[in-house]
């Protein structure tokens, strides 16, 4: 007869937005074991598997800590109830941790009276995913709390929950009916209980004892603070911001550059300061989700997409909300311990807004090989390409833009705009495979714009902080013979130094920022940005690094920065705080809007 030998949750702790799938080992009549499910329409030899689930409600009101969201709370922060900011980040769960959240706390007073100062009400930050209808109810008091439209609870349609029992002051009240189940607000702060038995396909009857599992209490889905775009003075654009925060004058666009940390790097080995709930990928592909449709961005660059996500998860999502993917992996898996896996970068872009012409592919490896065969003499061509080929990539697309900012002397010119999205090496030792990756794209997008007059964009992690000689490469277009990082060449690939050139206009887009004085909250960012190299303090936060790696580089002859997103500072974190963790996520959103009428063909 079917039996079940085993049955365990992959997640100690249960997340709102975050489907609960448990695992279920099972035997069938011969003996061998499986893990398939067996349901009520394919039957084992007159049997199949029965789940329930169950929220066990307790009487006594539950409130969970905004720091430490698995403990349940026993102080609440009154100016944060006379501010009217979210209740639930006015719980803490001791003294002690409020006094250690203080500096994080803190802001929050800030940006509510800034907002009243400004607005002369609280009003939600610009991006969409922040315009919820918070209550006071302790139960539903995260924005990110409410789970996306998306999310079902498992194949079986929602249903009123019925109370099924009584006793000691609880009440367990059945949630769902699938083997898999989705914590909503109303789990928050109670404990599920998972039942799984098998049925006698005959009668419906059960067959032996059932398979429980009771979970912690369910946790709501911590989120960052908003954070606004901040407008950059002196551009040469009309329009103004609607309400959802987009600009309504024509000829603007959004540009979104997020390296989204690959599953298959996402361990507690290499982060274990962050929870292991935070680190697991049903928990954190909801949240980036989430995060990237709330900003709206017209064009998106992802970099880390895993190629199973990407076509399971990415695609088909952000298909839901108008975006057309395009993709690249690298060119070799990695092993995460149970399967091989590859990632790669992921360029998106609002099919109302962009239609796609072209797409280019760079890998390096075999850039790598056509290098080695024209300078590497045949004995060192196997040591040569051990340190050049490193798998990484990027993806070239060119777009044409579906809106204008031409009048009635030009209407008929294209506006085309070129974008690129990599992901540079990342070991430090390799100075010189970092230069010669960033030297190779940059000559590949010359290529192009050398074939039409286009705009370009390069976004991406390019694993090179700001002053090292690849973002001086970009940044302005040469290297210094003298710069350090040109010492390390073993190979001379990298000789001589005047070839490291590239003739593309490019700005760093967060350097408007020093460049561009004035605007409303200018001089708080000016002190965000590293003067000698006006780039943000940070892009990256880990417990071992600290720095920038992330840029968007745009054509500044033809394209101009309207506004961008603000930058954090280190009272915008708590002084724990290191990426990634359960509330903080890193990412570069640039608002860029076109400047002068530069289009063409492609040939």
């Known amino acids: 007869m079917l039996s079940v030998l085993r049955v365990h949750l992959p997640s100690d702790i249960p997340i ?13 009549p011969d003996q061998t074991v499986f893990t398939d499910d067996v349901p009520e329409s394919s039957p084992i030899e007159g049997h199949f598997l029965r789940y329930k689930w169950y929220r066990i409600q307790s009487d006594k009101k539950v409130a969970i800590c905004s720091i430490h969201p698995s403990e349940q709370a026993t102080l609440q922060c009154l100016g944060c109830v006379k501010a009217k900011i979210p209740i639930a980040k006015s719980y803490h769960c001791s003294p002690k941790c409020f006094s250690d959240a203080w ?39 995260l924005s990110t709390s409410q789970s996306l439209p998306t999310l079902t609870n ?74 606004r775009l901040i ?116 360029t998106f872009f609002r099919r109302d807004r962009f239609s796609h012409v072209k797409k280019y592919e760079v890998e ?51 506006q085309l705009v070129c974008v690129a999205n990599t992901h540079v090496n990342v070991q430090q030792d390799l100075k010189d495979v970092k230069l010669w990756q960033v030297h190779t794209l940059l000559k590949g997008l010359e290529k192009i714009a050398a074939s039409a007059d286009i705009p370009m964009l390069v976004c991406g992690d390019f694993n090179s902080v700001p002053g090292s000689a690849p973002h001086a490469l970009l940044a302005i277009g040469k290297v210094d013979p003298m710069h350090p990082d040109l010492a390390v060449d073993p190979l001379g690939i990298l000789r001589p130094a005047t070839k490291l050139t590239h003739t593309l206009p490019l700005v760093s887009a967060y350097s408007s920022f020093a460049r561009i004085g004035g605007g409303l909250g200018y001089e708080q960012q000016k002190r965000r940005v590293d003067p000698a190299t006006n780039e943000p303090l940070f892009t990256n936060c880990t417990r ?11 054509s500044a002859d033809s394209l101009t920065v309207e506004s961008l997103l603000e930058l954090l500072d280190e009272d915008s974190l708590r002084k724990d705080t290191a990426l990634p963790s359960p509330e903080c996520l890193e990412l570069d959103v640039d608002k860029l809007v076109e400047k002068s009428e530069k289009g063409g063909g492609l040939n």
């Open 154 to 227: 498992g194949s079986t349609p929602l249903y009123p929950a019925a109370v099924t029992q009584r006793s000691g002051g609880e009440t367990w009240f059945e949630v769902g009916r699938a083997k898999t189940y989705t914590p909503t607000a109303d789990d928050i702060g109670h404990v599920l209980k998972f039942e799984c038995v098998v049925v006698d396909a005959e009668t419906k009857s059960p067959v032996g004892h059932a398979n429980t599992i009771l979970t912690s209490r369910v946790i709501p889905a911590p989120s960052p603070s908003p954070r």
């Open 544 to 554: 071992d690094f600290i720095g920038t790696l992330d840029y968007i580089f745009y």
């Open 364 to 414: 390096f490896n075999k850039a790598a090989q056509s290098l080695t065969d024209a300078l590497v003499p045949s004995a060192q061509k196997k040591t040569a390409l051990n340190r050049l080929v490193k798998d990484n990539v990027a993806l070239i697309v060119v777009l044409e833009a579906k809106f204008s900012n031409h009048g009635v002397d030009n209407p008929g010119k294209r």
């Open 16 to 28: 709102v937005g975050c489907e609960l799938s448990p695992y279920v080992l099972l035997r069938r």
């Open 231 to 346: 407008s950059v003075s002196n551009a040469d654009v009309a329009g103004h911001l609607d309400l959802d925060g987009r600009l309504s004058s024509t000829g603007t666009f959004t540009v979104l550059s997020y390296n989204i940390l690959s599953d298959s790097y996402a361990t507690s080995d290499l982060y274990g300061y962050c929870p292991s709930w935070a680190l697991s990928w049903p928990y954190r592909r909801q949240n980036l989700l989430r995060e990237i449709v709330g900003y709206r961005a017209d064009i998106v660059c992802l970099q880390e997409v895993q190629s199973d996500h990407f076509d399971e998860f990415f695609a088909p999502e952000l298909d839901k909300h108008g975006y057309q993917a395009l993709y690249k992996k690298k060119t070799a898996e990695v092993f995460n311990g149970s399967v091989m896996t590859i990632d790669g970068c992921a």
């Open 103 to 141: 500096q994080h706390h803190r802001v929050l007073h800030e940006r509510a009276a800034s907002a009243v100062n400004e607005n002369g009400n609280e009003e939600e930050e610009i991006f969409g995913r922040f315009n919820n209808n918070n209550n006071n109810n302790n139960n539903q008091s």
